[in-house]
């Protein structure tokens, strides 16, 4: 399996300004190195703070690294044009916690959906009405929910459409950032079993971040631990009961209920 993403060496420093009566710059990212394989699904997995979410965003562009580089298919990523970070943002896309950041309340689910198709200009009219009714289908919801409202829906189905939304444009790239976490615990194994499957059928890479390492260890292939802004263990899920994990690790996997 070659490599698709490679984050080499980042940090970063979040300036105080940001954060009110801490007048201290905040390391959240402490040089941090890994790769993750071409159909992977690759769990982070670190407590609330642990920097999960800025690695996610640096990855995302949607902020800067302070220092190091980042590959996408051996392409350095921290120094795209305009043109080249708009075909980059085709190929990757986010599940955030929340749905409402991807989803406007005010808008119908088939209008937001074909708002995305729209942007991205991927295919005729008819090809995207076959490719909506084909991934409604997919995470087994009725064609119905296209006239509903994103507050109408349940959490469960709110993170459905999430990833429908994320999918219909066919990215190499998933990131799913505390995807499940809002969830009860049995919509939450529902949600991870839709992601097992629709990772098998759509063959995407899978950067799946949470902070419980019961939910990683149970969807991802292999597992990156960060603690502090530090990357301080990499292993495969197989090998997570192996006395050469971190001592951080072995306390993570004490709470575990597999
Ligand atoms: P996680 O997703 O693992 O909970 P984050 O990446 O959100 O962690 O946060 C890592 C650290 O960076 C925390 O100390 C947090 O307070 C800080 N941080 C996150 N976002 C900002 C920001 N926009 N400005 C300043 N500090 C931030
Ligand atoms: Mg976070």
Do not use: W
Not at 127 to 149: A, H, S, T
């Amino acid at each position: 399996m070659n490599e698709i993403l490679r984050i080499e060496n980042i940090s970063k420093i979040y300036k105080d300004s940001a954060i009110l009566f801490r007048k201290k710059d905040n390391l959240a990212l402490d040089n941090v190195s890994f790769a993750i394989k071409r159909g992977e699904i690759f769990g982070l997995v670190g407590e609330s703070g642990s920097g999960k979410t800025t690695l996610s965003n640096i990855i995302l562009r949607l902020i800067k690294e302070t220092s190091g580089k980042i590959y996408f298919e051996d392409k350095d990523i921290t120094k795209l044009t305009k043109e080249e970070l708009f075909a980059y943002r085709k190929k990757l896309q986010v599940v955030f916690q929340n749905p409402y950041q991807a989803l406007n309340p005010k808008k119908t689910i088939g209008f937001s959906i074909r708002e995305i198709l729209k942007i991205h200009k991927v295919g005729t009219e008819e090809e995207n009405k076959e490719k909506i009714r084909q991934i409604l289908e997919e995470i087994e919801m009725e064609e119905d929910v296209l006239g509903y409202y994103p507050p109408n829906l349940s959490g469960g189905q709110k993170q459905r459409i999430a990833i429908a939304c994320a999918l219909i444009i066919e990215p190499e790239f998933l990131i799913i950032d505390e995807g499940v976490s809002a969830l009860d615990v049995s919509i939450q194994a529902q949600i991870l079993n839709l992601i097992k499957k629709l990772q098998e059928t759509h063959n995407f890479t899978c950067l799946f971040i949470s902070h419980d390492l019961n939910v990683i260890a149970y969807l991802c292939d292999r597992i990156g631990v960060l603690y502090n802004g530090k990357l301080v263990d990499l292993f495969e899920t197989k090998d997570i009961v192996s006395p050469d994990r971190n001592e951080y690790t072995k306390t993570l996997f004490k709470s575990i209920k597999i």
